[in-house]
């Protein structure tokens, strides 16, 4: 069994009943299918309901392969040939569906599909953070083409802070407007932490869910769901401990993989927690 129903296991999902061996057979007969076909021959259609029936095959999206990508990239050991399908996708996006014009600056914005070619807020802001999420193994010239896709994407916010579809279409929907533009800059930020405010402290990213986040000067504290997990943070000050559950994280790796990382030029902190879930950090 792949990555994918091994984590279904993992999450005990299969013991509560939620997900039985048929399920997760069917669920790795799916990956399989995609990784053989729609990520080989980049046919990527039928996401949006709201178009004509492709009766000729003809439509194509970039939403499918976007989040196809994102999958990868935070789930890595569920396809061998992670390195070389990224780059493809986001590659395919750009070159089937992206809008280089030079009024853009250098930027590239992104259409929604080939039966509908508006340039849209929330796909501009998914390319972008993707290709940021990417920089940290891709290299300096996809962070720099996330950062311009953001960077245009950030005129679809008028100064209400109403978000509009696109520059021709200007309807609020509120999936495109701001469940899916806004995390788009919050996934670019903890994968770039320069792009978040120099002057503030944040919680920049988690692999888990944060149930509680306090701020203080020279301080931040938060509660993770989850026991084993990841967090970056973008400081105003420079950790003198970091403690997990109360015991001193170590800098660098500890003997179980916990500790914590800081890039002082940055204010960047970068934690690792095992068996713990309430973090301190402070000055």
Known sequence: MGAPGDRLRRRGLARLGVATDAHLSARQQAWDWLLRHPVQNMRWKGYFEDVAPDVRNANREQYTPGEVARYLMRNSTADPAVELHVPALLGWIRDTLGDPDAKWRGATGIREQFYYLQLSSSHTARYGSLNAMWAARGGAAFAEEGRRALALASYFARDDGVVIFSLCDQSVWFSDGYFDYVPHFLDAMAALPELAPPDQDHILGSTSVLTEVAYAD??????????????????????????????????????????????????VLRVTRTAASRVVVAR
Do not use: C
């Open 218 to 267: 020279g301080r931040v504290e938060y509660v993770a769901a989850h026991a084993d997990g990841t967090e970056v943070l973008r400081l105003t000050f420079a950790p003198g401990t970091v403690l997990a559950d109360g015991v001193p994280l170590p800098p660098g790796a500890g003997s179980f993989g916990a500790g914590y990382e800081f890039e002082a030029a940055g204010g």
